[in-house]
């Protein structure tokens, strides 16, 4: 892959909204993860989860097209125009006709959708928004975007499972590389902080039961651990070729140079318990890199939380890094503010430039018990000074779906803000 410059970011989660903010939580392990407060959850068997606060304090959009979206499209239109600001990127200067929008989420709009189902049955269909068609599904944070800004060019939305947003940045580098677009808004926006939504989360088996310390449940690799947290937010990243890029002299945090994907093709739920396939992704991100397993100074992992997600992540790392693996810091920074699902991805991306640009490894919080199963450097609990050249990041989805992003820590044409 021809290196893709990630030149701006835009961060909307639990930890924080405003990248300073975030980075601050995360490299400090406060936990963000709470109970459940915006419903009744008492009946849930989870009802523990991140929640984003103070939305409304960075959101210039209006009260009108609020009553017409979802939290998901909101955080997303928030988090698009942060990436913008950040990148230094003005639209109006922009052929609208090729720039991209790449977006992924698992749920959709849930929020939006309940309230509506729950009028239609108490009002009849005179009770229904007539925006409910176009507020809830996958795809409506990249149509709210797209509209925003007028964006007319090639643009997609994934979805897989917590794959989503890493898939959708994925895809969307390989666009720029393939010359469909010179500039993409790539990530993603979960909210699945509502009652239907928390309840398919909780009948999936992945969350933590661990109600009464909110802030100690999500422990991936513990061997302890009893499953993830959910959680709500939004990345957003502006991606932008090489010769663009030097061309406005842009600030650039890492370059995206690797990708690989495979799945498992063995259980619709639960991966593979040999994390062969996993470990294939990994080596085919590498290669697409151009990289040694030794090269790599950092992974993100996927850090489910779970029993078989933690060992077979385990597994497939030290299957392609073999006696380097115990050498590389492994950590999953997701721990801190919950796991947001179809916008992983994006957040992790998020978190790994800024690991790069701060030379820190962020931790992997709520680490007490060793498992031997899971024997590799976690990160317990202390962010680590380290330089960071070149990082990998892990995201699966269930059924097996596999995804894997290699970044490279870039030269700055001009220097950061």
Known sequence: ???IAITGLGVISPSGIDKRVFWSNVKAGRSAVERIGRFDASLYPSRIAGHVQELEAYSNISSRLLKKIDLFSHMALVASQMGLEDADIHL?????????IFMGNALGGWLYAETELQDMYLEGREGVSPFM????????PQGQISIHYGIKGFSKTIVADRASSLMAIGYAARTINRGKCDLI?????????????LLCCNTSGVLSKNNDNPGQ????FDKNRDGLAIAEGAGVLTLEPQARVSKRKARVYANIIGYGTTTDGVNRIEPAPDG?????????ALDDAGLAPKDIDYICADGAGTVIGDITETKAIKQ?????ARNIPVSAPKSVFGNMLGACGALDVVTTVLAMEHSTV???INYKTPDPQCDLDYCPNKAREKAIKNALIINRGRGGINCVLVLQKGPSYANPN
């Open 1 to 3: 892959m021809q290196p």
């Open 92 to 100: 109006s200067d922009e052929d609208l006709k090729r720039v991209g």
């Open 133 to 140: 068609a176009s507020a809830w599904f996958p795809a409506a």
């Open 185 to 197: 808004l790539a990530g993603g926006m979960e909210a699945p902080v509502t009652p239907y939504a």
């Open 217 to 220: 449940a999500y422990r991936p």
């Open 276 to 284: 062969k396939q996993l470990a294939k992704a990994i080596q085919l």
């Open 320 to 324: 392609v890094f073999n006696s380097h």
């Open 362 to 364: 962020p931790p992997t």
